[in-house]
């Protein structure tokens, strides 16, 4: 549903706003993920093209041409307004990159996302997330940018950014009762983020229970698993088989990949339309989707702390199944010897009559 669809809604149809605000620090790589998602697509979702969902109307920059900053349809800005002065109702608010601290500098701001209309002066994201969470059904971060601070927050950085739950507080808990849902990736998977929002909706629409999470305001199908229990090479490893160049098929854990700890679904989902993601094509994984990322995985491509006695022992253990198994391939890798012209029957059949 477009702006001005949701403006001249009938008011038996409630409609379900989703305010995407994309101003925090951040590359809006999760806004252009979002537009290679298939399962399912971003329009399967505004258009209403999935059963039991609600009207959607989406205020997301980088589709809303409808909207101008001050002309169109409607003036994008004013919808962020209608939703403060509680004007909205349902909204999920989604954010896109971290929330620098505003409170650490004499003048200026970090960031910002359109004006005051009282002041004319530029209104702080920070101050928006101050507006609009108590107000809305459901918040959601997308990115690791968003969730956990990103980049941007990694030591050293001057602006004091940390994530949407560092900010709001891990504890908080919208007016429905929701906690912060946290997608991270960076950039994130195109159908983990599409698949929560779908999730999202259902839950708004009374059609789904509470949304599962884990202990990082992750959703657990999504992110239960490491990168090296989905990996195709995980079998490397456990054969002590180590890749020591790219390009190799080898397990890429000696190149510095952190997959066997990093809760993340790329290997199983692939990345657009299941092809692609990190190890899948070759690629080491750097815990871009933990909250620790990125300063408890660097330096990146070298190896992990902990796998230099993995691999070692994985290497020894690895030896022995290697021998184990080729001696069971040379027995299993032969056909039954009675598989044979002749006169005799020789398969040990025994007739019964």
């Given at each position: 549903m477009t702006a001005s669809e949701a403006h001249d809604a009938q008011p038996d149809e409630p409609v379900?706003?989703?305010l995407w605000i994309n101003a925090g620090l951040s590359c809006d790589?999760?806004?252009?993920?979002?537009?290679?998602?298939?399962?399912?697509s971003i329009e399967d979702i505004v258009l209403g093209a999935l059963p039991g969902l609600p009207k959607i109307a989406v205020h997301w920059p980088l589709i809303d041409f409808e909207c101008g900053p001050e002309q169109g349809a409607d003036t994008f800005i004013e919808w962020f307004h209608k939703a403060d002065r509680g004007e909205l109702e349902p909204f999920v608010?989604?954010?896109?990159?971290?929330?620098p601290n505003e409170a650490i500098k004499p003048e200026g701001y970090w960031c910002g996302f359109g004006n005051n209309p009282a002041t004319g002066q530029p209104m702080t994201?920070?101050?928006?997330?101050?507006?609009l969470a108590p107000k809305a059904?459901?918040?959601l971060a997308v990115g690791t940018c968003a969730t956990y601070g990103g980049i941007h927050a990694m030591a050293g950085n001057p602006t004091g950014a940390m994530g949407v739950r560092d900010y709001l507080g891990w504890?908080?808990?919208s007016k429905a009762g929701l906690p912060i849902v946290n997608v991270p990736g960076c950039p994130i998977t195109p159908d983990n983020l599409s698949e929560t929002i779908l999730y999202l909706l259902y839950q708004v629409a009374g059609q789904a229970p509470m949304i599962p999470l884990d202990d990082a305001g992750r959703p657990e199908w999504l992110f239960g698993k490491t990168v090296h229990e989905g990996c195709d090479r995980a079998g490397y490893y456990e054969q002590g088989e180590f890749a020591t160049e790219y390009g190799s098929p080898l397990c890429l854990v000696k190149l510095g990949c952190w997959g066997p700890v990093v809760k993340c679904n790329v290997p199983k989902r692939g990345w657009m339309n299941g092809l692609g993601g990190c190890p899948n094509v070759g690629g080491i994984c750097i815990g871009c989707t933990m909250p620790g990322f990125p300063d408890k995985f660097?330096?990146?491509m070298d190896e992990p702390p902990g796998a230099k006695f993995s691999t070692t022992a994985s290497g020894l253990y690895g030896g022995v199944i290697?021998?184990?198994r080729r001696i069971t391939v040379k027995t299993t890798d032969t056909e039954p010897k009675w598989r044979r012209p002749g006169r005799e029957l020789t398969t040990g059949y025994r007739p019964s009559w």
């Open positions: 379900v706003h989703i790589g999760d806004s252009v993920a979002l537009t290679a998602a298939t399962q399912p608010l989604v954010v896109e990159g971290s929330i994201t920070s101050e928006w997330l101050d507006r059904t459901a918040v504890d908080w808990t660097m330096p990146f290697r021998t184990l």
